[in-house]
């Protein structure tokens, strides 16, 4: 890749553990090269002084630590970037959090680099971070790593101590797959071996950092990759123009050539580049351009343009490596939104298939995976979407995963390989439909989520709800959070997972009955809305309505009709919904039913007189 000043770039990573002196090597290797203005280096000094723990010398890592609170605690808290240039490559430089609890900064910075460069203090030696981020970097696919044995000056310059991290470092790597290791003895603080051979490392022949910056092969064998093209946005500044705007992330294209809609098995043949200047003959990797076509197709934002020669694959099924990114844990069957490129498409993780351990690399059977934790895993989306593998193009492979809450990032995640188990499958159309059995009964099809705490009352109204409905000669079906246990959910127990597993089951269940035209009743605890809204979206368009039973814990203890919060509070009982495991109330429900001082008879007709306004029954 090149610049602006017309060199070959390279993105270099730091990272490593806690304090051990990326930012210092950086501000150092800055400082070095000539790439700090006067009015900085005035700054630096005067913040060296109110900061600095170097005594009268300059503290370099002042320069990346630009938050008050990472001067105040001497750690790196977000990603730093700084660019500069030497005569021979210009370089954008990531300095990325040491903290554990930062290694989600540490795989956004990896994501966009071509070299790592990971610090070990000499003292302390390979750590399990240093491990941890060794593997985010290969799988993120980085295969150049710069083992820098930092703080040689607080080891004496001894040998045999670079000797012993570098074997120890190297032994690891090698269980990475393909990677290149370049171990180098380093003083960031005083610029040992930084640009110029140290003095007081004799033993030490090989390249400085930066003769090693400049000497690493960043091509890839110049292998040509094929022409990917996600589309950003349709432009239609007037009648007369429609294009469409993106960023080539892969390969070149040119006037004349076809251009395939990805999944659509339809082509078109590519009329003119627009850029920002003008019209060009040939977009290339990184450009930013407008696409029109000599022929109409319907392309939208979301879409991938690509060569029809080397299309990629689509499938609504895959296996990927997921570094998951948030406090609330990954939940198997739970619905995320799966962002890729710039298509957004609803998604689940239909399984962990391991967790893997940083430290030796192991296979671990898991359930679920928490903050920082990686794990490989199949997912299915609620749309085929186009992809490459992650290591043929990063960019078309890889994804994050949104929570539909908060619209936090909770994952991010690289694409192995399609799994194509249904693509012999195909829907059968039926003669008779949900309208025509619905008809039949004289009814609307329906499904009534009843949730609320155990205890709350849900059972019963349910059950009265049903022979209310029975009465006036509707169809129905109850289906109850206890009796579904017993049978087609017999098998789960009362973890977070498996309880976005029973819902998820039910779900399809209430689906396939309001699919027959029946108004279906059920009776859930189902703690979280995450879980709630994807009912809501699977049974649509029957109408779904959400019954919030509102009962205070306090009531529900004190009911507790089959003696579960005694038992959970006596320590018999665990992951109990309202005790030690949460439980999320809706925040908009289509009823909201108070038991305190209402009859069940009350709360059902309630409900009905509900089904009655909507013209249900």
Same mark, same amino acid.
């Given at each position: 890749?090149?610049?602006?000043? *017309?060199?070959?770039?390279?993105?270099?990573?730091?990272?490593?553990?806690?304090?051990?002196?990326?930012?210092?090597?950086?501000?150092?290797?800055?400082?070095?090269?000539?790439?700090?203005?006067?009015?900085?280096?005035?700054?630096?000094?005067?913040?060296?002084?109110?900061?600095?723990?170097?005594?009268?010398?300059?503290?370099?890592?002042?320069?990346?630590?630009?938050?008050?609170?990472?001067?105040?605690?001497?750690?790196?808290?977000?990603? +730093?970037?700084?660019?500069?240039?030497?005569?021979?490559?210009?370089?954008?430089?990531?300095?990325?959090?040491?903290?554990?609890?930062?290694?989600?900064?540490?795989?956004?910075?990896?994501?966009?680099?071509?070299?790592?460069?990971?610090?070990?203090?000499?003292?302390?030696?390979?750590?399990?971070?240093?491990?941890?981020? !060794?593997?985010?970097?290969?799988?993120?696919?980085?295969?150049?790593?710069?083992?820098?044995?930092?703080?040689? =000056?607080?080891?004496?310059?001894?040998?045999?101590?670079?000797?012993?991290?570098?074997?120890?470092?190297?032994?690891?790597?090698?269980?990475?797959?393909?990677?290149?290791?370049?171990?180098?003895?380093?003083?960031?603080?005083?610029?040992?071996?930084?640009?110029?051979?140290? +003095?007081?490392?004799?033993?030490?022949?090989?390249?400085?950092?930066?003769?090693?910056?400049?000497?690493? =092969?960043?091509?890839?064998?110049?292998?040509?990759?094929?022409?990917?093209?996600?589309?950003?946005?349709?432009?239609?500044?007037? *009648?007369?123009?429609?294009?469409?705007?993106?960023?080539?992330?892969?390969?070149?294209?040119?006037?004349?050539?076809?251009?395939?809609?990805?999944?659509?098995?339809?082509?078109?043949?590519?009329?003119?580049?627009?850029?920002?200047?003008?019209?060009?003959?040939?977009?290339?990797?990184?450009?930013?351009?407008?696409?029109?076509?000599?022929?109409?197709?319907?392309?939208?934002?979301?879409?991938?343009?690509?060569?029809?020669?080397?299309?990629?694959?689509?499938?609504?099924?895959?296996?990927?490596?997921?570094?998951?990114?948030? =406090?609330?844990?990954?939940?198997?069957?739970?619905?995320?939104?799966?962002?890729?490129?710039?298509?957004?498409?609803?998604?689940?993780?239909?399984?962990?298939?391991?967790?893997?351990?940083?430290?030796?690399?192991?296979?671990?059977?898991?359930?679920?995976?928490?903050?920082?934790?990686?794990?490989?895993?199949?997912?299915?989306?609620?749309?085929?979407?186009?992809?490459?593998?992650?290591?043929?193009?990063?960019?078309?492979? +890889?994804?994050?995963?949104?929570?539909?809450?908060?619209?936090?990032?909770?994952?991010?995640?690289?694409?192995?390989?399609?799994?194509?188990?249904?693509?012999?499958?195909?829907?059968?159309?039926?003669?008779?439909?949900?309208?025509?059995?619905?008809?039949?009964?004289?009814?609307?099809? !329906?499904?009534?989520?009843?949730?609320?705490?155990?205890?709350?009352?849900?059972?019963?109204?349910?059950?009265?709800?049903?022979?209310?409905?029975?009465?006036?000669?509707?169809?129905?079906?109850?289906?109850?959070?206890?009796?579904?246990?017993? *049978?087609?959910?017999?098998?789960?127990?009362?973890?977070?997972? =498996?309880?976005?597993?029973?819902?998820?089951?039910?779900?399809?269940?209430?689906?396939?009955?309001?699919?027959?035209?029946?108004?279906?009743?059920?009776?859930?605890?189902?703690?979280?809305?995450?879980?709630?809204?994807?009912?809501?979206?699977?049974?649509?368009?029957?109408?779904?309505?959400?019954?919030?039973?509102?009962?205070?814990?306090?009531?529900?203890?004190?009911?507790?009709?089959?003696?579960?919060?005694?038992?959970?509070?006596?320590?018999?009982?665990?992951?109990?919904?309202?005790?030690?495991?949460?439980?999320?109330?809706?925040?908009?429900?289509?009823?909201?039913?108070?038991?305190?001082?209402?009859?069940?008879?009350?709360?059902?007709?309630?409900?009905?007189?509900?089904?009655?306004?909507?013209?249900?029954?």
């Amino acid at each position: 890749m090149s610049c602006a000043l *017309g060199k070959d770039l390279l993105r270099v990573l730091t990272c490593g553990s806690v304090d051990d002196g990326k930012s210092t090597l950086i501000g150092r290797l800055l400082y070095e090269c000539g790439s700090i203005l006067d009015d900085q280096l005035s700054a630096l000094q005067r913040e060296s002084r109110r900061f600095g723990t170097t005594g009268d010398d300059l503290d370099f890592s002042l320069l990346l630590d630009g938050l008050e609170d990472e001067r105040q605690q001497r750690i790196t808290i977000d990603v +730093a970037y700084r660019f500069f240039a030497t005569p021979e490559r210009a370089f954008i430089v990531a300095d990325t959090p040491g903290h554990k609890q930062y290694t989600r900064n540490m795989a956004t910075g990896a994501s966009t680099s071509e070299l790592a460069v990971i610090l070990v203090d000499a003292r302390k030696g390979v750590l399990p971070q240093t491990k941890r981020h !060794a593997f985010i970097c290969c799988l993120l696919g980085i295969r150049q790593i710069v083992l820098a044995v930092n703080k040689m =000056d607080l080891v004496g310059f001894e040998q045999r101590r670079f000797d012993d991290i570098a074997q120890h470092f190297s032994a690891f790597a090698a269980e990475l797959g393909e990677v290149f290791v370049a171990a180098i003895p380093l003083s960031a603080r005083f610029g040992d071996n930084i640009t110029e051979l140290s +003095a007081r490392m004799p033993w030490y022949g090989g390249a400085t950092l930066i003769e090693h910056l400049h000497s690493v =092969d960043i091509s890839g064998g110049c292998v040509k990759r094929p022409f990917r093209f996600p589309v950003q946005w349709v432009n239609r500044p007037n *009648g007369d123009f429609r294009g469409f705007s993106g960023t080539v992330v892969s390969g070149s294209i040119a006037p004349g050539d076809d251009v395939l809609l990805a999944g659509s098995g339809q082509s078109a043949r590519l009329k003119e580049i627009v850029t920002f200047e003008g019209t060009t003959d040939r977009a290339r990797e990184g450009d930013a351009v407008t696409l029109t076509f000599e022929t109409d197709i319907d392309i939208a934002r979301g879409d991938l343009l690509a060569d029809p020669r080397e299309p990629p694959e689509c499938v609504d099924q895959f296996a990927a490596h997921v570094i998951w990114m948030s =406090d609330q844990p990954l939940v198997p069957g739970r619905s995320y939104l799966l962002k890729i490129g710039t298509r957004t498409v609803p998604a689940t993780v239909t399984a962990l298939k391991h967790r893997i351990d940083v430290e030796t690399l192991a296979h671990l059977a898991d359930r679920t995976l928490g903050l920082n934790e990686i794990g490989f895993c199949n997912l299915s989306t609620a749309a085929p979407v186009a992809f490459d593998p992650y290591t043929a193009c990063r960019d078309t492979g +890889a994804f994050i995963l949104i929570d539909r809450l908060t619209n936090e990032t909770a994952g991010a995640g690289m694409i192995a390989f399609g799994l194509r188990r249904a693509s012999n499958i195909h829907w059968q159309a039926l003669t008779v439909g949900r309208e025509q059995r619905a008809a039949l009964k004289d009814q609307l099809p !329906a499904v009534l989520w009843l949730t609320g705490l155990s205890g709350a009352g849900k059972s019963t109204i349910a059950d009265i709800v049903e022979k209310k409905l029975l009465a006036l000669g509707r169809h129905t079906m109850l289906l109850d959070g206890d009796n579904v246990r017993h *049978g087609l959910n017999r098998d789960l127990g009362f973890t977070d997972a =498996d309880r976005v597993e029973n819902i998820r089951r039910a779900g399809e269940v209430a689906k396939l009955m309001a699919e027959a035209g029946l108004i279906v009743i059920c009776s859930f605890i189902s703690p979280f809305r995450a879980e709630r809204r994807m009912v809501r979206e699977l049974t649509a368009p029957a109408a779904f309505l959400e019954v919030y039973v509102d009962t205070p814990l306090e009531e529900c203890m004190r009911r507790d009709p089959k003696g579960l919060y005694a038992k959970a509070r006596a320590g018999r009982l665990e992951h109990f919904t309202g005790l030690d495991s949460p439980y999320e109330p809706p925040e908009a429900s289509e009823i909201r039913i108070t038991t305190v001082g209402v009859t069940p008879d009350t709360a059902a007709e309630q409900i009905l007189e509900e089904l009655r306004a909507r013209k249900i029954i």
